[in-house]
C-alpha cells in the first residue's frame, strides 16, 4: 500500500491519495492545491471518496475532476448525499466560499459497503449525519475523516452532528484492532490503541 497525503485549503484538510492492488483512491479532496492537482495529473482515479459533505472535504472535487483521467467513481454516504449541495450545510454559506454542485456521486445506504475485497466504507455517524470512514482490513489501516482524530473526536455542535450517535459510532470503531493506524481528516496519524483510553472516556460521560 502506497499513502500519499496533502494537507490542503486554509483549515489544513488532510486529502489522502491510496493506492493497493492496482486500485487508486483518493479521499477528502477538500480544496485545489497545486501540488495535488501536479500530482494527479494525467492519473487515473478508481474511486474518489467523501468521508463526510464538509466543504472543507469537497471543495476541492471540481478541479481535480478536470486534471484526471475520466472514470472515477464518487461515495458518499446517502445520509450525507441528501445534504451535500446545501451550502447551508456543507458550511460554504457560512464560510463565504463559493461553491458549485456535486452532481455525478454515487451513495451508499447502510452500515457497511465493500468498495473492494479488503477495503470496505463504515458508517459513523456522529460529526454529520452520513460520516464514514475507510478501512483496510489486511492492512488494519483506517481513514477516519472527522471522526476519530490525535488526541480527540470531530465536533458534535455543527448542524447535522448528533454526540449521542458520535458515541455509538466511537464504540462501534473501538472493536477494532489497537494496531489499526488512523489517518484523520486533520493533523497527524495516530493509532487506536493511543487513543483508547480517552475515547473509552468520552463514551461514558
Known amino acids: 500500500?502506497?499513502?500519499?497525503?496533502?494537507?490542503?485549503?486554509?483549515?489544513?484538510?488532510?486529502?489522502?491519495?491510496?493506492?493497493?492492488?492496482?486500485?487508486?483512491?483518493?479521499?477528502?479532496?477538500?480544496?485545489?492545491?497545486?501540488?495535488?492537482?501536479s500530482f494527479l495529473n494525467?492519473?487515473?482515479?478508481?474511486?474518489?471518496?467523501?468521508?463526510?459533505?464538509?466543504?472543507?472535504?469537497?471543495?476541492g472535487y471540481h478541479n481535480i475532476k478536470k486534471v484526471i483521467l475520466e472514470g472515477a467513481k464518487t461515495i458518499i454516504h446517502k445520509n450525507d448525499y441528501d445534504f451535500l449541495n446545501d451550502p447551508m450545510i456543507n458550511g460554504a454559506g457560512f464560510i463565504g466560499f463559493d461553491f458549485e454542485k456535486i452532481e455525478d456521486v454515487t451513495f451508499f445506504d447502510g452500515e457497511e459497503y465493500e468498495l473492494?475485497?479488503?477495503?470496505?466504507?463504515?458508517?459513523?455517524?456522529?460529526?454529520?449525519?452520513?460520516?464514514?470512514?475507510?478501512?483496510?482490513?489486511?492492512?488494519?489501516?483506517?481513514?477516519?475523516?472527522?471522526?476519530?482524530?490525535a488526541n480527540g473526536i470531530g465536533r458534535t455542535d455543527l448542524p447535522g452532528a448528533d454526540a449521542k450517535k458520535m458515541i455509538s459510532s466511537i464504540r462501534k470503531l473501538l472493536q477494532?484492532?489497537?494496531?489499526?493506524?488512523?489517518?484523520?481528516?486533520?493533523?497527524?496519524?495516530?493509532?487506536?490503541?493511543k487513543e483508547r483510553y480517552s475515547l473509552y472516556h468520552y463514551c461514558e460521560i
Open 116 to 149: 473492494f475485497s479488503g477495503c470496505k466504507l463504515i458508517h459513523t455517524p456522529g460529526h454529520t449525519p452520513g460520516s464514514i470512514v475507510v478501512y483496510f482490513e489486511k492492512e488494519q489501516i483506517m481513514f477516519s475523516g472527522d471522526t476519530i482524530f
Open 176 to 193: 477494532y484492532p489497537s494496531e489499526t493506524k488512523i489517518y484523520p481528516g486533520h493533523e497527524e496519524s495516530t493509532t487506536l490503541g
Open 42 to 59: 494525467g492519473k487515473k482515479i478508481d474511486y474518489i471518496i467523501f468521508t463526510h459533505y464538509h466543504i472543507d472535504h469537497i471543495l
Open 1 to 37: 500500500m502506497e499513502i500519499k497525503r496533502f494537507i490542503v485549503g486554509p483549515l489544513n484538510t488532510n486529502c489522502y491519495h491510496v493506492f493497493i492492488d492496482n486500485q487508486s483512491i483518493l479521499i477528502d479532496p477538500g480544496f485545489e492545491d497545486e501540488e495535488l492537482l
